[in-house]
T-cell receptor
């Protein structure tokens, strides 16, 4: 079945540091890939997505490229801010109707 | 207006009780979901409904019973609550095209359930 593996957290960075959160997946067919973000006390929000191989999703300075050859969708940001502190989830769409499979989440804390 | 709203935000109850969580979406979406998030932030789908019809029913104890009176509402009723049911429960909605989700999910802000 489908699965998503994210790098273990928590991740702690200083403001303006470079961020990478690794995500790899196992899936049949051609899934779409997503990054969701959960700020403290809130529900998840879509951060970015890519629907086919070599697509790059980007939003709010975050980027991720759909790499079919390495089955990866790593999240990057060049310069993080304190306000980026949140839990980040990698996810993929499946063939089951409307179902997303989420990774285990990576807690990011950014210090001033 | 909140797109996906769920109530209550916090629910503290004793083992053995029966409780309900309500969810409503005003986005006109045709599909709604319940997800469970454990203390380690792991998120797992429980159910999904499309136009009031049950589509996904993961391996969830039958003490959990979703009900969708119309496509804008998906409520979750839990019987005989157990300690292990303590978690954050998220409702979500989306507009599904075909059999895959290429459109984003909109999540509610969660219901933190604590079973004592």
């Amino acid at each position: 079945g489908n699965s998503v593996t994210q790098m273990e957290g928590p991740v702690t960075l200083s403001e303006e540091a470079f961020l990478t959160i690794n995500c790899t997946y196992t899936a049949t067919g051609y899934p779409s890939l997503f990054w969701y973000v959960q700020y403290p006390g809130e529900g998840l929000q879509l951060l970015l997505k890519a629907t086919k191989a070599d697509d790059k999703g980007s939003n709010k300075g975050f980027e991720a490229t759909y790499r079919k050859e390495t089955t990866s969708f790593h999240l990057e940001k060049g310069s993080v801010q304190v306000s980026d502190s949140a839990v980040y989830f990698c996810a993929l769409s499946g063939t089951s109707y409307g179902k997303l499979t989420f990774g285990q989440g990576t807690i990011l804390t950014v210090h001033p | 207006d909140t797109a996906v709203s769920q109530t209550p935000k916090y629910l503290v109850t004793q083992m053995g009780n029966d409780k309900s969580i309500k969810c409503e979406q005003n986005l006109g979406h045709d599909t709604m979901y319940w997800y469970k998030q454990d203390s380690k932030k792991f998120l797992k789908i429980m159910f999904s409904y499309n136009n009031k019809e049950l589509i996904i029913n993961e391996t969830v104890p039958n003490r959990f019973s979703p009900k969708s009176p119309d496509k804008a509402h998906l409520n979750l009723h839990i019987n005989s609550l157990e300690l292990g049911d303590s978690a954050v429960y998220f409702c979500a909605s989306s507009q599904v095209s075909g059999t895959t989700t290429n459109e984003k999910l909109f999540f509610g802000s969660g219901t933190q359930l604590s079973v004592l």
